[in-house]
């Protein structure tokens, strides 16, 4: 005699989360064939913004701090890009100086007036 349970089959779906990081990644990796004329934006914006915000931080009186932070964020895009890194730490690092320097320059804005 042969007997059959009733089997029932469910299928379920998890939605994942992508995390902004992630995005990234994946963008980076698709964009990877036009990665010398990215990397070269990276370090024209991030160097513009920085020599901006060094310009405000010594406007009026010498802030050492944002001098220095501005400095080094544009340095180390140029340097990642320059020294041919792989091209997701050239974009890492242009996004964090681009980002960085923004700030500071907004910050600074107050003492234009």
């Known amino acids: 005699m042969i007997t059959a349970k009733n089997i029932t089959v469910t299928t379920t779906t998890e939605r994942k ?8 990644n994946d963008k980076i990796k698709k ?7 990215i990397s070269m934006l990276f370090v024209m914006i991030s ?7 060094i310009g405000l931080a010594l406007h009026g ?8 932070l501005s400095s080094m964020t544009a340095m180390a895009t140029n340097a990642a890009a320059f020294s041919q890194s792989p091209f997701k730490y ?3 690092l242009g996004m964090i100086s681009i980002i960085t320097n923004t700030l500071l320059v907004i910050i600074q804005l107050p003492k234009l007036f």
């Open 61 to 68: 009186g010498f802030s050492y701090p944002i001098v220095a």
């Open 47 to 53: 160097t513009m913004i920085s020599s901006i915000s």
């Open 17 to 24: 989360n992508i995390s902004l990081i992630e995005m990234i």
């Open 90 to 92: 050239v974009v890492w």
């Open 31 to 37: 964009e990877q064939e036009n990665s010398f004329g």
